[in-house]
């Protein structure tokens, strides 16, 4: 949207009203209102008569407006005059066809940014300003503004039914946009506001409509891969009543596989052709869901070529190509062992976490434990071995050292156990004799 603007406007009610009531030539009749201070009725005629602001030239377009905005919210009840003043803004400005768009988004812009931020009123003129943007394709320049949506809505007390209302038009201006995404994202916070108790809000024909439009934007999109937040809502549930074909396929693609969408075809010819249903999206959607079970699914985390091929329905040169989707679109992570034909799963995505599931993380928690026993076993059983050898070490190191200190051990003594080794003999003299 455009930079909130501020209005510098100088006068009293009664003198501005005049300028502007003279500026749509409606002077005479609003000047004896005026003069009996009945500024309402004064207001309302020239409201009445603003639509011919959107042929007024270009360059005073927007003071012209800025006044006629000043002059609404100076009144006890603007939410009585808005709906007309943002009206007028969305017909074409016959005075600037080049520059409309613009003049008129700065208008609307300037109603939103004038009002109390905790007026409700607000409420009104972001759904014409949604509208607007909507009729004019430039849902991108609403997108900034719809991170503050749910604490506006906290703070105007917003009823649910409004705030349904205008998530409905957001998605729908979203989807006219291409953006598939966020069409989906706020088609499912309008099924939100449904009232989870209320059977007949449930069942009415708008909810199931929206529904229903929630289901077709799922399936078709080639992003989307997880159905469970779409289902468990009620009004979703209580398809299976109203669009039972439509409630089977949704639970085929949330959590069944290829083989089930196939039978689902035979046993529904041209429903899906009907319905203007795109069947290779769905074929291959189906294909790559039926690919992250089959991962989910296998304990010993390899699945053989022949498995894949079998449960995809593809030929064997085809299984690269499909892995490499099946990764890219997030659902499985792993590589394939071109030398032993299997693909080698690293991380999976559980389409649905039911009982079965469950059953299946246990089983392979019990293998993981179980090859962490034998792996702690080995670790343990290494461990003594490492200790037994270090004390032998040590043993053997002592027994070295008590020998050496037996061998090296001197003290003599006389008689039999003394050294009996003599010193050098001395040379013979004359004296001896």
Known sequence: MATPQLLFVDGTFA????????????GDSVRPLLEQENHEEALQLIVNASSA???TPEKEFTGAYNLLIHLVLQSSDPKKYLPTVCGNLQKPITSS???????????????????????????????Q?????????????LKPR??????????????????????????????????????????????????????????????????????????LSPTRFDFQDLRALPSVQALGDSHPVYAQL????????????????DEHQGWIEKENLDHEKLQRKMRLLTFASLAASTPNREIPYAN????????????????????????????????????????????VFGEKQWRELGTRVD?????????????????????????????????????????????????????????PKQPRTDEDD
């Open 15 to 26: 003198e501005l009203a005049q300028e502007i009531a003279d500026y749509l030539q409606i």
């Open 53 to 55: 602001l959107n042929a």
């Open 97 to 127: 066809p080049a520059h409309g768009f613009t003049l008129a988004a700065n208008a609307l812009s300037t109603i939103f940014n004038l009002v109390e931020p905790s007026n409700p009123v607000r409420f009104h003129v972001l759904l």
């Open 129 to 141: 300003i949604t509208r607007f943007l909507r009729q004019h394709g430039q849902f991108e320049l």
């Open 146 to 219: 719809l991170k503050n949506l749910e604490a506006w809505f906290k703070d105007w007390n917003t009823a649910e039914e409004d705030q349904r209302k205008l998530y409905v038009e957001i998605s729908e201006a979203a989807g006219e946009a291409g953006d598939a995404e966020e069409s989906y994202h706020y088609l499912l916070k309008a099924l939100g506001t449904v009232d989870r108790d209320d059977q007949e809000e449930i069942t009415s024909e708008e909810v199931q409509k929206l529904s229903l439009q929630a289901v077709r934007l799922a399936l």
């Open 250 to 265: 949704l639970d085929i693609f949330t959590e069944q596989d290829l083989e089930d969408y196939n039978d689902f075809r």
């Open 308 to 351: 894949i091929a079998k449960a995809l329905q593809i030929p064997a040169e085809d299984i690269e190509m499909w892995t490499i989707d099946v990764v890219r679109a997030k659902l499985v992570e792993g590589r394939l062992s071109q030398q032993q034909k299997v693909f080698l799963v690293h991380r999976t995505t559980y389409r």
């Open 367 to 423: 293998q993981w434990k179980s090859v962490t026993d034998r792996l702690l076993a080995v670790v343990r059983k290494a461990q003594a071995d490492a200790e037994a050898h270090r004390e032998r070490e040590q043993q053997e190191l002592e027994r070295k050292l008590a020998d050496a200190n037996l061998g090296g051990g001197g003290g003599g003594g006389g008689g039999k156990g003394g050294d009996r080794r003599r010193g």
